[in-house]
């Protein structure tokens, strides 16, 4: 079956990911009809624990309806097992580390799922680097293009 993926670009070039998983989403009606339809955005969000439970915070669903009055930017629960949950939360507590979505996805069973990604924040110079060595094997493998020709 066709997965509908909805990715966050901006989390690979501004994170180095640690550990990723894939997790449930707790949604309305409305929200996974937005979702089919196109209708959402994941750049800025994360994943927070708010009473020993993970909540993901600013993620974006446009209503399905223009008339609705639902806040967009509400908080929604994700479902994690009980193990991967004091998993997360000792990681994030000790190690300082972040939660952040990489990809939204339908899954096989019509399931909305979100690929969550233990991350620890890159500073400017590790992205100027990561960006050079990039480019560096870019040019080697043009050249080794040009060499075999």
């Given amino acids: 079956m066709d ?9 690979l070039h ?5 550990e990723k998983l894939e997790v449930g989403i707790v949604l309305e009606g409305f929200e996974v009809k937005s979702i089919r339809s196109g209708n959402i955005n994941i750049m800025n969000s994360y994943a927070n624990f708010i009473d020993n439970e ?3 915070q600013d993620m974006h669903i446009s209503p399905y309806k223009i008339n609705q009055s639902i806040d967009p930017y509400r908080k929604r ?21 972040t939660l952040i979505p990489l990809n ?22 590790d992205k100027r680097q990561k960006e ?12 080794k293009k040009c060499n075999k020709i």
């Fill in 3 to 11: 997965k509908k993926i909805f990715k966050n670009k901006k989390a």
């Fill in 14 to 18: 501004d994170y180095e990911i640690i």
């Fill in 54 to 56: 993970l909540f993901l």
């Fill in 77 to 97: 629960k994700l479902l994690l097992h009980k193990k991967q949950l004091l998993h997360l939360q000792s990681s994030v507590s000790q190690k300082r580390l």
């Fill in 104 to 125: 939204l996805y339908i899954n096989e069973k019509q399931k909305v799922k979100v690929e969550l990604a233990l991350c620890k924040g890159l500073k400017s110079y």
């Fill in 132 to 143: 050079s060595d990039k480019q560096n094997k870019k040019t080697i493998n043009q050249l």
